[in-house]
């Protein structure tokens, strides 16, 4: 039996929730202002909510425990991580369920899902609406051209993120000193990762001894990491956030030359603070709001100093807080300041000091905050997840 992919253990657990609630499709759509078709194929793990937001909505609406949003939000961002990794599956023929239409077929309204915020301040994609299902012949063309154009448009954003091959491994080269090297010098380095058995760069979806020897050079840096071959969205958190602390150029997770070279000879360390320290600080700094503050940064980042998460928009999250981009350029901070966990903890009282409450965080206030029926000392308390990051 092939391993479940990230995708579709996301889609168990959703579905588990929705089972249990004894929601129709069309329930769910009416509650949570997402389209009854979007419903099923998120249920069915043929495809991944674009942003957490829709996700939260659809759990809450089921009647979701905090324990459940806390594994549900780890299992979309390992998801969403890891969606343009896993194999594309035919669209399925035929009708939904007949009890489960579509929110159009149900008299509702398709509306269209508002953006969220990734995390603090994070910026939002719009999404489109999906074409209509077509059948034989017509149908594969029309597939094939929306599979050619999802292709051209992910080249013209990573373009513009200067994320394409080429322009990375002429980048990472360049700041290596090794791009413009002979092949004489090529030959004479017996280093694993500069030896002809790895490719020129290193990067998501391998899987072989070249990524161990990556994920190796991780872990001998303080980096808490598995060790198992595999070039996942735990390793690519990793080498992004090392590219960071090494001040490497552009911190794209792809390991090119520069990347290679600041494995072996760079002395930049990923040790970071333990969870119990971030709560003990945490606590320190959010005097008003002690409890709630540890389990918001739970939530965003399992306290982990360097979980960096990637939004759909090309922007990306930092670190406990996961605060965005924009916000770290309203806050005078750079990556490398918000992998500090005592600069993005002061930074998060900051940006909560505005108004005196978590809305930057608005999904996982909402997750922790108490029901009527349960008292403040009820609440779950934040605790290690195990969880070592993607």
């Given at each position: 039996m092939s391993e479940c992919t990230e995708s579709e253990r996301f889609a168990a657990c959703l579905r588990s929730l929705k089972e249990r609630s004894g929601l129709s499709y069309a329930a769910l759509a009416a509650k949570t202002g997402t389209s009854g078709s979007s419903v099923h194929r998120y249920c069915l793990g043929t495809s991944v909510p674009q942003d957490y937001g829709t996700v939260h909505r659809l759990a809450v609406a089921c009647g979701a425990a905090p324990e459940e949003l806390r594994t549900l939000h780890r299992l979309w961002a390992l998801a969403d991580a890891a969606r343009d990794q896993e194999p594309t599956e035919p669209e399925r023929q035929g009708p939904e369920p007949a009890d489960e239409p579509s929110?159009?077929?149900?008299?509702?309204?398709?509306?269209?899902?508002?953006?969220?915020?990734?995390?603090?301040?994070?910026?939002?994609?719009?999404?489109?609406?999906?074409?209509?299902?077509?059948?034989?012949?017509?149908?594969?063309?029309?597939?094939?051209?929306?599979?050619?154009?999802?292709?051209?448009?992910?080249?013209?954003?990573?373009?513009?993120?200067?994320?394409?091959?080429?322009?990375?491994?002429?980048?990472?080269?360049?700041?290596?000193?090794?791009?413009?090297?002979?092949?004489?010098?090529?030959?004479?380095?017996?280093?694993?990762?500069?030896?002809?058995?790895?490719?020129?760069?290193?990067?998501?979806?391998?899987?072989?001894?070249?990524?161990?020897?990556?994920?190796?050079?991780?872990?001998?840096?303080?980096?808490?990491?598995?060790?198992?071959?595999?070039?996942?969205?735990?390793?690519?958190?990793?080498?992004?956030?090392?590219?960071?602390?090494?001040?490497?150029?552009?911190?794209?997770?792809?390991?090119?030359?520069?990347?290679?070279?600041?494995?072996?000879?760079?002395?930049?360390?990923?040790?970071?603070?333990?969870?119990?320290?971030?709560?003990?600080r945490i606590r320190e700094v959010f005097t008003e709001a002690p409890d709630r503050a540890v389990a918001i940064a739970d939530c965003q980042s399992f306290l982990d100093p360097l979980h960096i998460l990637p939004n759909t928009n090309g922007t990306r999250n930092w670190g406990l807080f996961q605060i965005s981009d924009a916000r770290l350029k309203d806050l005078g901070g750079t990556p490398r300041k918000a992998l500090d966990p005592e600069w993005n903890i002061l930074a998060a009282k900051r940006l909560w000091s505005r108004d005196e409450d978590f809305h930057d965080w608005s999904h996982c206030d909402r997750a922790f905050s108490p029901s009527p029926s349960v008292s403040p000392s009820a609440l779950p308390s934040a605790k290690p997840s195990g969880f070592a990051g993607r």
């Open positions: 929110a159009q077929e149900a008299g509702l309204p398709e509306p269209v899902a508002p953006g969220v915020e990734q995390g603090a301040g994070g910026e939002t994609a719009e999404v489109p609406r999906e074409p209509s299902r077509v059948s034989g012949a017509m149908g594969r063309s029309r597939r094939r051209m929306r599979v050619g154009m999802a292709v051209g448009m992910a080249v013209l954003v990573l373009g513009g993120m200067a994320w394409t091959l080429p322009s990375l491994t002429s980048a990472d080269d360049k700041a290596g000193g090794r791009g413009e090297g002979t092949g004489d010098q090529r030959k004479e380095d017996d280093r694993l990762l500069f030896t002809s058995a790895c490719r020129e760069v290193v990067a998501m979806g391998q899987h072989d001894a070249c990524v161990r020897e990556v994920q190796r050079l991780l872990d001998a840096k303080g980096a808490v990491i598995g060790v198992d071959g595999d070039f996942g969205p735990q390793t690519l958190r990793r080498v992004t956030a090392f590219q960071v602390i090494a001040g490497i150029e552009p911190p794209n997770g792809v390991v090119g030359d520069a990347t290679k070279g600041a494995l072996y000879e760079s002395g930049a360390r990923m040790d970071t603070w333990s969870q119990d320290k971030v709560r003990r």
